[in-house]
């Protein structure tokens, strides 16, 4: 349980480079506590596919903002946002200042709503602890080595039965995470105050009671 002491609805941001553990851990916390989750790289990586779909240049600024305002949730339910080729343009057209306001209103918004009235949510990317939700009740940001992170995408891929090259995953985490880092616009970084984890060496299961121990720590009266 997580105490009364918090605001309704309580919020965990859990942030993080690209393949660094966020959505496993964000589900297994979504469904511990049973709140609601958002991914919200899903929300970029609809933006990206709407660009690569509509022939868009992702430098072209203006039509990007307009694709970005026609966005809906139920965008972020399509099979093929996974790709790393949807990744590497949805990190593009993150990096436009505009299109970031755009959809930041629509992660608040979940943050303040959740649907199905949840008493909490936790929400996952690169910037919640620090933009979206500042004053998040608690704050993950999980890191990894870019081996490792390399070698679980490519795994993940593999089970999708979707294809998947190691060197390729390898060179698209580099250049995402330098891209997200380097932004003039809510760049990938770790709030003040977030518990910062290394999950290069732990399990999944090592990972989750890590992260519990980190909010029952933070629960206490
Ligand atoms: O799953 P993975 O960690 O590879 O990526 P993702 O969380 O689906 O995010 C895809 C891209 O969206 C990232 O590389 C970021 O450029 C962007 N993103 C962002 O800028 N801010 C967020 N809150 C979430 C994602």
């Known amino acids: 349980m997580i105490n009364k002491k918090f605001t309704r609805p309580v919020v965990i941001a859990v942030d993080g480079p690209a393949a660094s553990g966020k959505g496993t851990v964000s589900n297994s916390l979504a469904n511990h506590f049973d709140f609601a989750r958002l991914d919200t790289g899903l929300i970029?990586?609809?933006?990206?596919?709407?660009?690569?779909?509509d022939g868009t240049d992702a430098s072209d600024k203006q039509k990007v903002i307009l694709l970005a305002n026609q966005l809906s949730f139920d965008d972020l339910n399509q099979e093929n946002?996974?790709?790393?080729?949807?990744?590497?343009?949805?990190?593009?057209?993150?990096?436009?200042?505009?299109v970031r306001a755009v959809l930041l209103k629509f992660q608040r918004d979940f943050a303040v709503h959740p649907p199905a009235e949840k008493s909490g949510v936790v929400l996952d990317g690169r910037d919640i602890g620090t933009i979206v939700c500042p004053n998040a009740n608690f704050k993950i940001f999980l890191i990894a080595d870019k081996d490792v992170r390399a070698t679980r995408r490519f795994k993940e891929l593999q089970e999708r039965g979707l294809r998947a090259i190691y060197s390729q995953i390898l060179r698209d985490i580099v250049?995402?995470?330098?891209?997200?880092?380097?932004?003039?616009?809510?760049?990938?970084?770790?709030?003040?105050?977030?518990?910062?984890?290394?999950?290069?060496?732990?399990?999944v299961d090592a990972t989750f009671v890590a992260v519990l121990r980190y909010i029952s720590t933070q629960n206490k009266d």
Do not use: H, N, Q
């Open 44 to 53: 970029y990586r609809a933006l990206g596919l709407k660009v690569l779909g």
């Open 175 to 203: 250049d995402r995470d330098a891209r997200d880092s380097l932004r003039s616009v809510a760049p990938l970084e770790p709030a003040k105050d977030a518990f910062v984890l290394d999950t290069s060496k732990l399990s």
């Open 81 to 98: 946002l996974r790709s790393e080729k949807v990744g590497a343009v949805a990190s593009r057209v993150a990096a436009i200042p505009d």
